[in-house]
């Protein structure tokens, strides 16, 4: 037999010692290992245990011999292997993201899919992360003897089991236990097996297709994508209609003329909260072959999902950003709806983006990928405008029901008459009227917590969190302050200026404030506040939503996780509060933003037969951006964005790269952050054909975070192997120079001006 070897790449190495490493193959794992498949290696001159991958395998050769190679120590089953087109998207990833590969592996199949080390008779092996996934199966084996008389136990067991296997827990609930089935294994009647435990999720939700009806704008914007559908190339196109225009039946149609094609779906929404909606109408029109992936999941649930898409049990999956790695094969059709928003970009390594994921599997699978929005990222609906994904429009709204009707509350107007609560009088007339009319109402708060800062009425000191460079938020249920950043709380709620003993007075609001004042105004509504932390305990989106939709609640009042995808008939109402701290946020997609966030949650109202209206507070009614959002008028949008970022070149017209350092000692952060600088513009000096601008470098907006200090370099630049080629050379300077241990550095191509 010829020997083999394996080039890996190890866990826990940082990005400049991410290298392969080569290793011979034992006689016994030959034919067990191949890329893909994750094993267990001695590393390093104490030979320590670390998990790895398997990049490739390759004969041993005269030049690739040698006596000093160290040999696996153990390899997982062939079924824990990464298939080879998930193996191209840990490649992926590791060019593009500038993550290890086994940062990479991680973000590709979920923890319980992954192996650690542990010790078996003093020798290392390998063990799952998590085993508690299989069940008891009983199968009948053979007829129950006549004598010793069996018992009515015994006898119904034997029936249930002639219509096929069942599970220990299905013949639990027919009153059979244990002892009953082990007697009956031990005289040979049954057999007793292990098998993946079933999970069906949705088992609540029932199978009730209805036919679906297509109004006629909607019918030509599936006559226009399915032409991509069906053939066998792979193809991107930008679905963008007005809110409540039926962009989801669209999708239906589409996903039912996939399985039609006997290919598979993917569905990706940007929030856990949107994903008991669009389950419901999968489950309801294409039954239970429907898994999820998202982090809502506890571990042992994600990693059943997951093996229900590895094993072929599943036609459609659904799920976060993290879904797009879902090991669905066959793969037809990817949709991203709510395209534009920021959750479908990772914010630690990989820091990768979900769109561009999206484009490489659709590559791979020769799939149609569908990007889908009333309000599509500037850079999509620029690759839409210029021909390179085919742009479909619904300008309509479903039914021909009206867009809301919005007006502007000025909130300088509430203070000089005198109100100065956070909900102005005609937005509590307005309320009052929904609840009089037994309609609902939505209320958008970007802002979580009771108070937002902290201050003293003598001094000026501002209560900010210790670890992190922002001011700490009160929370009046549990009277304490706390960094949204990094938990940190001071109990019990402070009464005097730390600095000088002075009184503090604590301003700004949040949604709990909001929560409160709306119990005084209106104390016969029903308010359901809907932020991160009412919504901590497990299944609470679905929870919260299901109870709004039976109008258990007359106000859902809540930060952007209601402002998107929701579709309530008896929602008439929406009201945007605080939207102006968002205007005038830092980062180039800031007008972009709000823009989106003010026209989604308009949006959400009078998608029935009732009609709808929109109130804004603001203290700048003359806003274009919200004069614009307040119309739904996207067109006009754009070209004003297009505009602001080709003059200021910004994406769509450079890529955007932000180069974060990170360490403990401030000088020595910007002295490092200095350095690299320095680094890659020396480089890029040698090769004038790379197109690069370099800004910085400068505190990031938190400067301070977790106790440590941050600085950036910003980059505009054309993202090619060429320029990520020049990148890290950069860093392996930037590693011989020991940088490092002053500063790690992050690279990310997706933020908007800070990490």
Known sequence: MTRQIAQVAVDNATIHFDKRYSYRIPPPMQGRVWPGSLVLVPFGRGDKPRMAVVLAVQEETQENASPRLKSLWDAAPEQARLTPDLMELVRFLKERTFCTWFEAVRAVIPYGAQYRCTLENGRPVMQNCLNRTTERVYTLAGELPAKPKPGPRQLAAVEALRQGPLTARQLEERGISKPTLDTLCRKGVLQEGRQDRMLDLFASIPFDPQPITL????????????????????????????????????????????????????????????????????????????????????????????????????????????????????????????????????????RYDAHDVAKKRAA?????????????????????????????????????????????????AELAAGNPREVSARMAQELQKNLD????????????????????????????????????????????????????????????????????????????????????????????????????????????????????????????????????????????????????????????????????????????????????????????????????????????????????????FCAFCVAGFVGAQEGAVALAAHRFGTLLAERAARRPHIPMRLLGPAPMNISMLNGKYRYKLTIKCRNDAAFRALLRETLEAYAQEKLPQKASVVLDFNSDGDL
């Open 437 to 652: 009319n037994g309609e609902q109402s939505i209320l958008l708060l970007n802002r979580r917590g009771y108070h937002t800062v902290g201050m003293c009425t003598v001094c000026g000191h501002v209560l900010n969190c210790p670890n992190c460079s922002v001011p700490l938020v009160y929370h009046k249920p549990q009277q304490a302050l706390m960094c949204h950043h990094c938990g940190h709380t001071v109990q019990p709620l402070p009464q005097t200026c730390p600095e000088c003993g002075g009184k503090l007075r604590y301003s700004g609001f949040g949604t709990q404030r909001v929560e409160e004042e709306l119990a005084e105004l209106l104390p016969q509504a029903r308010v359901l506040r809907m932020d991160q932390d009412s919504t901590g305990q497990k299944n609470a989106h679905e929870k919260m939503l299901a109870e709004f939709g039976r109008h258990d609640y007359d106000i859902l009042l809540g930060t952007q996780m209601v402002a998107k995808g929701l579709d309530f008939e008896k929602v008439t109402l929406v009201g945007v509060l605080g939207i102006d701290s968002l205007l005038f946020g830092q980062g180039f997609r800031a007008y972009e933003n709000v823009f989106s966030l003010v026209t989604q949650v308009i949006g959400r109202g009078g998608r029935a037969e009732l009609p709808g209206r929109a109130l804004i507070q603001t203290t700048v009614p003359g806003h274009p951006v919200l004069q614009l959002a307040a119309a739904q008028d996207y067109e006009a949008f754009y070209r004003e964005e297009i505009a602001f970022r080709k003059f200021g070149l910004y994406p769509p």
């Open 364 to 412: 791979i699978e020769n799939a149609l990928l569908v990007f889908a929005s009333a309000t599509p990222r500037t850079e999509t609906y620029h690759a839409a405008a210029n021909g390179k994904y085919k742009l479909v429009t619904l300008k309509q709204r479903y039914g021909e029901r009206p867009l809301p009707k919005v007006d502007f509350i000025d909130m300088r």
């Open 215 to 350: 109004a006629g704008e909607q019918q030509h914007a599936l006559e226009a994508l399915l032409p991509d559908l069906e053939d066998d190339r792979p193809h991107a196109a930008l679905l963008h209609g007005v809110t409540g225009s039926g962009k989801t039946m669209v999708f239906l149609k589409l996903i039912e003329r996939t399985l039609e094609l006997g290919r598979k779906a993917l569905v990706l929404v940007p929030e856990i909260s949107l994903t008991p909606q669009m389950i419901r109408r999968l489950k309801s029109t294409f039954g239970s072959r429907l898994a999820v992936q998202h982090s809502a999941l506890n571990n042992t649930e994600r990693l059943l999902q997951w093996r229900m898409i590895q094993q072929g049990n599943a036609d459609i999956v659904v799920g976060t950003r993290s879904a797009i790695f879902a090991p669905l094969q066959n793969l037809g059709l990817i949709i991203l709806d709510e395209e534009q928003e920021h959750t479908y970009q990772s914010e630690s390594a990989p």
